[in-house]
């Protein structure tokens, strides 16, 4: 699978993401910078990277949606290539029109790092196969802005599609309906406030994030 990763300024999980999709696809992802504007022909994953861009302001993301970045993010959306956007990158897709709804300030208005039990809502996904029969996985969070908020018409079209991907056990942030992540209509985008490429078995501790990179890598 030939992967890339979108960096903006301040994001600090570029090289998590890009450690990961080497580890899963055996070769090194392109690294975009965001106002470079192209995502190299044959890309099949493009992954946006969360960690502080834009110095983590509140709407971070819809600075980001001004990037030249993502007039060539949406045509990958529409041509059917795969798209993973964590923490401030769910914000960004969130804010592009990539996935419905918005994050919002924690309703502790604290921010909150930490381990995450997360319920997993459906195995039937190019993003969430290979956890098979799992039931829970623990992924790490680390925001400030991760309260999920949609109007009911949404989040109810959401659940009757089967496009919530994860809901947290113990609600962190306040995010509506417990949700952790949601997939996109057509199943090829999906954003999360937690961190899988911070749970790949390496130096940082857990393997449970592991998995979604290996559906990743089985849906190419």
């Not at 300024?9 to 580890?23: E, H, I, M, Y």
């Amino acid at each position: 699978m030939k992967t890339a990763v979108i960096v903006f300024p301040g994001s600090n999980c570029d090289r998590d993401a890009q450690v990961a999709l080497r580890q899963a696809s055996g070769q090194d992802p392109a690294m975009v910078w965001h106002k470079d504007g192209t995502i190299p022909d044959g890309t099949d994953l493009v992954m946006v990277p969360g960690g502080f861009s834009y110095g983590d302001y509140l709407r971070c993301g819809a600075m980001a949606a001004n990037s030249p970045v993502i007039a060539q993010l949406h045509a990958h959306a529409e041509r059917g290539g795969y798209i993973l956007g964590v923490c401030n990158g769910f914000q960004i897709l969130c804010e592009t029109g990539l996935l419905p709804g918005a994050l919002m300030r924690n309703t502790s208005l604290d921010f909150v790092c930490k381990p995450q039990t997360l319920k997993i809502e459906t195995a039937n996904s190019a993003f969430t196969s290979a956890y098979g029969s799992t039931s829970e996985i623990s992924i790490p969070i680390a925001h400030h802005d991760g309260n999920y908020v949609a109007d009911d018409a949404t989040l109810d079209a959401l659940e009757s599609d089967g496009r919530v991907a994860f809901r947290y056990v113990g609600n962190p942030n306040g995010s509506a309906r417990d949700i952790a992540g949601v997939i996109s209509e057509n199943g090829r985008v999906l954003g999360m406030m937690p961190h899988p490429e911070r749970a790949i078995g390496g130096h940082e501790g857990g393997t449970d994030g592991l998995g979604m990179f290996e559906s990743l890598m089985a849906a190419a």
